[in-house]
């Protein structure tokens, strides 16, 4: 059984910062990708950002420059670092990861709300 447990999630005003962490648990051989989505109300599930086992990383165009993924292979943890929050960057946030147990497996968290509000 494997886990992803986000935190993080919150009420930030125009221009704050939050950072999201996502934990990963359970009976683990190995973690491949890693990577953050977000869903805003009425619209579909979007790649925010991810990060291969050996750092490289990759942004949806919207927030280079303004959000920071990175890992801690050790902690089984992956975060993403946002600054410059826009009300736009609103929505739930969802933690992805490629699990191995036996097979390599995409596994999902259950979500962290970020709203950006004044």
């Known amino acids: 059984q494997v886990q992803l447990v986000e935190s993080g999630g919150g009420l930030v005003q125009p221009g704050g910062s939050l950072r999201l962490s996502c934990a990963a648990s359970?009976?683990?051989?190995?973690?491949?990708?890693m990577g953050w989505y977000r869903q805003a109300p009425g619209k579909e599930r979007e790649l925010v950002a991810t990060i291969t086992s050996d750092g490289r990383t990759n942004y949806t165009d919207s927030v280079k420059g303004r959000f920071a993924i990175s890992r801690d292979n050790a902690k089984k943890t992956v975060y993403l670092q946002m600054n410059s929050l826009e009300p736009e960057d609103t929505g739930v946030y969802y933690c992805?990861?490629?699990?191995?147990?036996?097979?390599?497996?995409?596994?999902w968290g259950q979500g962290t709300q970020v709203t950006v509000s004044s």
């Open positions: 359970g009976s683990i051989f190995s973690i491949g990708d």
């Open positions: 992805n990861a490629d699990v191995q147990v036996w097979k390599m497996r995409p596994y």
